[in-house]
Nanobody, 121 residues
Framework: QVQLVESGGGLVQAGGSLRLSCAAS????????MGWYRHAPGKQRELVAS???????NYADSVKGRFTISRDNTKNTVYLQMNSLKPEDTAVYYC???????????????WGQGTQVTISS
């Protein structure tokens, strides 16, 4: 059983910072891509940032220069450092990971439970 557990959401004022963490646990052989998505009311879920197992990163245009994604492969954890936060960053943030549970098995997508990020103006 694989679980992704997120932490670090909350309420901050515009211009502030938050750091999200997502730890994968359970029967894990390897993890490929990891990423953060967000879902704001009235909008579709969107990719915020992703990172490969080799630490190649990709960002949505709306967060470039403000957010930084990183991972610690020894801890099966992905982080999202969010700076210069704006009210439009308000959303539920979900982590995602492509996980292989045993050698030679195909990877499966796993999701965290979501963490609320609210930015006040």
């Amino acid at each position: 059983q694989v679980q992704l557990v997120e932490s670090g959401g909350g309420l901050v004022q515009a211009g502030g910072s938050l750091r999200l963490s997502c730890a994968a646990s359970g029967s894990i052989f390897s993890i490929n891509n990891m990423g953060w998505y967000r879902h704001a009311p009235g909008k579709q879920r969107e990719l915020v940032a992703s990172i490969t197992s080799g630490s190649i990163t990709n960002y949505a245009d709306s967060v470039k220069g403000r957010f930084t994604i990183s991972r610690d492969n020894t801890k099966n954890t992905v982080y999202l450092q969010m700076n210069s936060l704006k009210p439009e960053d308000t959303a539920v943030y979900y982590c995602n990971a492509e996980i292989r549970v045993v050698v030679l098995a195909p990877t499966k997508n796993y999701w965290g439970q979501g963490t609320q990020v609210t930015i006040s103006s």
